[in-house]
């Protein structure tokens, strides 16, 4: 497998695409995080106020409050990343998709929700989420240009000025 020299090199427009996409869906999948994480945490503070039992004294409440801290970042971290190098008509609803799911399915998993569907629910839902990969999918093939600069040329400026920064080894 031959490996790529840099942003320059020839096979590297393939992978803009797949940059293009990745920014806005690790965005939306850290927001989803970010989703359960807020929700235990207000669960864990709820606790507290009310008197039932003290969060403060467990150290696992500090790794969700940490935890959530730490989607935070990386969620606005990633978006803003991806609006700076793409089109905004191409990262939002990527993100808004990802965001949805995975808040969506973490919750099912996490609060056994599942449970709680009916045999339609259950159907439907796995259609829904297919419907919106799909989607994705034909958003993720059109062709884009940026507000400067097409995408893949947003992107290929972007890698080569970290490419060239990278020190000799």
Known sequence: RRRLRGPHDPDYKRHARLHRFLYPA??????????????????????????????????????????????????????????????????????????????????????????????????LFPVGIALVIVGILLLSHRQLHGRRRSSVQATTISVAVAWEAKPET
Not at 30 to 46: H, P, R, S, W, Y
Not at 48 to 73: A, E, K, P
Not at 82 to 101: D, K, T
Not at 109 to 116: N, Q, S, T
């Open 26 to 123: 690790l965005s939306g999948t850290m927001g989803g995080q970010n989703v359960l994480f807020g929700k235990a945490t207000a669960e864990l503070l709820q606790t507290t106020i009310v008197g039932n039992d003290n969060c403060f004294r467990y150290w696992q409440s500090y790794l969700i409050f940490l935890t959530m801290g730490l989607t935070v970042f990386l969620q606005l971290r990633w978006l803003n990343q991806s609006l700076e190098l793409f089109e905004a008509m191409y990262v939002i609803p990527v993100f808004e998709v990802l965001w949805i799911v995975t808040s969506v399915v973490g919750g099912l998993v996490l609060f056994d929700e599942l449970r709680l569907l009916g045999t339609h629910q259950l159907i």
